[in-house]
């Protein structure tokens, strides 16, 4: 079992940037898939950014595409998320997830472990 604790959230104007964290506890962090996921108020969760157990692959969502930075280290069971250019559309609940398989993932039905989230804001 793998539990995840994320950090690096709060409120910052738009074009500001943050940086998430998720650090995972529990064993074989490295057989895991790792994605970072949103829901905003009212609207369903959705796949920010995931990246493979290696760290080979990664995915985006398109409307954080050159935006977002998702990368790991599997010796420090970490997984980041950088923010840049923010913007108040990107403000949501972020969670970071786990989830088997040979390819990112990019359901929430794919992914296994989830952490409690952390809230990002972003005013104009």
């Known amino acids: 079992q793998v539990q995840l604790a994320e950090s690096g959230g709060g409120l910052v104007q738009a074009g500001g940037s943050l940086r998430l964290s998720c650090v995972a506890s529990?064993?074989?962090?490295?057989?895991?898939?790792m994605g970072w996921f949103r829901q905003a108020p009212g609207k369903e969760r959705e796949i920010v950014a995931g990246?493979?157990?290696?760290?080979?692959?990664?995915y985006y969502a398109d409307s954080v595409k050159g935006q977002f930075t998702i990368s790991r280290d599997n010796a420090k069971n970490t997984v980041h998320l950088q923010m840049n250019s923010l913007k108040p559309e990107n403000t949501a609940v972020y969670y970071c997830?786990?989830?088997?398989?040979?390819?990112?993932?990019?359901?929430?039905?794919?992914?296994?472990?989830w952490g409690q989230g952390t809230q990002v804001s972003v005013s104009s």
């Open positions: 997830a786990a989830g088997f398989g040979l390819i990112v993932p990019t359901s929430p039905q794919q992914y296994v472990y």
């Open positions: 529990g064993r074989d962090f490295s057989n895991y898939n």
């Open positions: 990246i493979s157990r290696s760290g080979g692959r990664t």
